[in-house]
């Protein structure tokens, strides 16, 4: 589960990026002039209080939003110059997402939850069935494959969730809220987890969260407030 | 492939709702198979029939006769290759529930002019043999069990006998199969010389006549010389297609090809709304999911295949079950007793049935795949 870095830069290099969204006649500026470097193999937790633009910070580096000014490379690669069609293609080799409400289908068994990344994927049948059990196995489920999302726990979903991240063994793990629904037990279970994936499979993981004690986990914090980063939190 | 079981999750995602909406597919795919059915039977003939065949009714309407006389006219005209003719006798077997077509023919050039009507040797040679024989389709035949040798009564509603009976006496002698499917084996065939003989009023005077033409290039023109030779006559002519002629019977009834394309237009611009409405919901329920799609890379075409696909899945199905229904229903044939002697679902229309379910999935999945296609991942993942 090694991911591709940047050589000797950073895995994520974002300079001068701006973002102003329009709503009717009003502007309003979510990030200022916001400079980032995450070196591969790093966890980088990014927390703010709400509105601060985490959210649309964590998109951009996701190559779901573009910037309106600024640039974002990933592993060397310009994505804000990306058109949707190649930013779609990008995601699908680069990324794993983990969202805060797992967002798994829930007619899809874990198993086939896990698989839809590879479906855009050239993998034969055996080939994702695989990795499937792979990633199944790595996030401790695999015994709970044929089991459908409505016949797991939150923190059994958010496992299926991450595992479905891992499985194409993407460049980055961007992981939004990861333990926002879950209680204390669960949410621990869940951020070992992610530490585990740092630490022993050198994945870069990128996570947003309000919690201290998640952000406690990462090897750095950066703060957001006001569309700016600082390395501490500011009231 | 490898998408089918993500298309097909989502279907069944309410089922309840799936269930319906494919079962309002299958009832106008069924209702589709009965009026095609009934199309086929009421102008069936149209297209399928010798196109090298004219015929020769009155000017002013079918009901009117015309004199035997005139097919020695007719045979001298150019381009006439044969003649014959039949008249409508208009009988019922028994009671007039049990009411199908008998005509009187003279038999030999009947017979040639008929070659879809096959009828063994020795069967031919026996009608020739007997005046009061006759010769029914097979589909008549198994309806009243008649065999060969039987005497059946038929009651006429138009001829009476000379001594002023209705009730007319054949001998079967033959029993005709079709060369194909849509010849219809319903009539009964008896001997024009026997009945001219023993009719009390219209002697010597027939219900139409049936040219072939020697050149199947120009009916048309034979058709005006026909119409010609009998011009400012006491019975003039009106020739025209035997397709057509047919179809005029059917007309009888009213434009049948109307009738039933207004009848489906209702129904499929129904469906359609149905099942729109159906994909429409369905996609709006699932926004999030539909972000969380594009999030892991699928990119905008293939939002649009997948919606696409999952619409006309559930029309294709519904298509498919309800084509296949009205095609069991209609196997069974004329439902009507002998009204309806061409009633099947033709495999044209099967056809063009499976080609409308895939149409119908297309058009109803376009908006709520456009739809998918422009979603803006970050909006919708916060609708989760």
Redesign the interface.
Known sequence: MSAPGAGDGSLVDIRGVEKVFHRGAEDIQVLKDLNLEVPSGEFLALMGPSGSGK??LL?LI?G??HPTRGTVSIAGERIDQLS??RL??W???HIG?V?Q?Y?L????TAE?NVE??L??THLS?AERRSHVATALEAVGLAHRAKHYPRQLSGGEQQRVGIA?GIVTDPTLLLCDEPTGDLDRKAGDEILSLLQALNREHGKTIIMVTHDPHASARASRTVYLNKGRLTSEPTD | M??L??IW??L??KKTRTVLTLLSIVVAFVLYGFLSAIKQALTGGVSLEGANRLIVRHKVSIIQLLPESYKRRMQKIPGVAAVTHQTWFGGIYQDPKKFFMQNPVVPDEFLDMHPEILLPAEQRQAWLQTRTGAIVGRKTAERFNWKIGDKVPIQSSIWSKKNGSFLWEFDIVGIFDGREKNTDTTPMFFRYDYFDEARRGGTGQVGWYTVRVQDTARPAEVAKLVDAEFENSSYETKTEAEGAFVQAWAKQIGDIALITASILGAVFFTILLVTGNTISQSVRERT??LG???????????MLALVLAESCLLAVLGGVIGLGAAWLLTSHGDPTGGMLPLYFFPARDVIAGFAMCVALGLVTGLLPALQAMRLR??DS?RR?
Do not use: C, M
């Open positions: 959210s649309t998109n996701g779901l939003d949707d069609h779609a293609a995601r699908a080799r997402f969202f409400l967002n289908l829930p007619v899809l086939r839809l990344p479906l855009l049948k479905r | 490898k998408f079981y993500l999750g989502n069944r995602r999030g999911e969380l799609l594009k999030a892991i890379g699928f990119t905008n075409a293939q991942v970050a993942l989760i």
